[in-house]
């Protein structure tokens, strides 16, 4: 079966600043992998999505994330912070052969700092 | 073009008793998935309809069930509620089935407190 760990729960960052969410998937098969975000009281929102093109992806808002295969990870990263990124943020991995069922990750929830 | 609407935004029950939960699509868009968010489970897949027929169905059980009219409009019901039904269920809709390249747009949610 698949999974998808969110290595942090909480990241902290200053406005401007760079931003890092981790992501670490396990599967015996080929993923597909998203970044959503959540603002409070909405909705997820799809950020990017990795499905076997490249492997730099890049979304919207600046976002971009890169998919490694030898080390199963999938963190999505943004040069530099906006007040307006402070949300939550979940990895999400979809296998074809488990029956294209979304399994998420436990969330990052981003603090921006001004 | 209107979003996936969700209602009600909020509901409180009574354990034991029932609830029924509705999503509107995106117009033009046939699948519909519901997910359940609670801070201990994080986001979990309830199920899946596409074109009037449940397609994928997660690990909950037999009182959680859904439907999907021929407007493409769904429900989803919770009987005989318990403490542990608390959550925001989300509900998400997309041209296709999932698995095939369609992305999902997601609903606000329904706030589910079940006392």
């Known amino acids: 079966a698949q999974s998808v760990t969110q290595l942090d729960s909480h990241v902290s960052v200053s406005e401007g600043t760079p931003v890092l969410l981790r992501c670490n998937y396990s599967?015996?098969?080929?993923?597909?992998l998203f970044w959503y975000v959540q603002h409070p009281n909405k909705g997820l929102q799809l950020l990017l999505k990795?499905?076997?093109?490249?492997?730099l992806v890049k979304g919207i808002n600046g976002f971009e994330a890169e998919f490694k295969k030898s080390e199963t990870s999938f963190h999505l990263t943004k040069p530099s912070a906006h007040m307006s990124d402070a949300a939550e943020y979940f990895c999400?991995?979809?296998?074809?052969?488990?029956?294209?069922?979304?399994?998420f990750g436990g969330g990052t929830r981003v603090l921006v700092k001004p | 073009k209107a979003g996936v609407t969700q209602t009600p935004r909020y509901l409180i029950k009574t354990r034991g008793q029932q609830v029924t939960l509705s999503c509107s699509p995106i117009?033009?868009?046939?699948?519909v998935s519901w997910y359940q968010q609670t801070p201990g489970q994080g986001l979990q897949f309830l199920f899946e309809?596409?074109?009037?027929?449940?397609?994928n169905k997660g690990n909950f059980p037999g009182r959680f069930s859904g439907r999907q009219f021929s407007n493409s409009r769904s429900e989803m019901n919770v009987s005989t509620l318990e403490l542990g039904d608390s959550a925001l269920y989300l509900c998400?809709?997309?041209?296709?089935?999932?698995?095939?390249?369609?992305?999902?747009?997601f609903g606000p949610g329904t706030r589910l407190t079940v006392t």
């Open positions: 998400a809709s997309s041209l296709g089935p999932t698995g095939a390249s369609y992305e999902q747009y």
């Open positions: 599967s015996s098969y080929s993923p597909s």
């Open positions: 990795y499905t076997s093109a490249a492997t």
């Open positions: 999400v991995v979809q296998i074809k052969a488990a029956g294209n069922k979304l399994t």
């Open positions: 117009s033009g868009h046939r699948s």
């Open positions: 309809y596409f074109s009037e027929t449940q397609r």
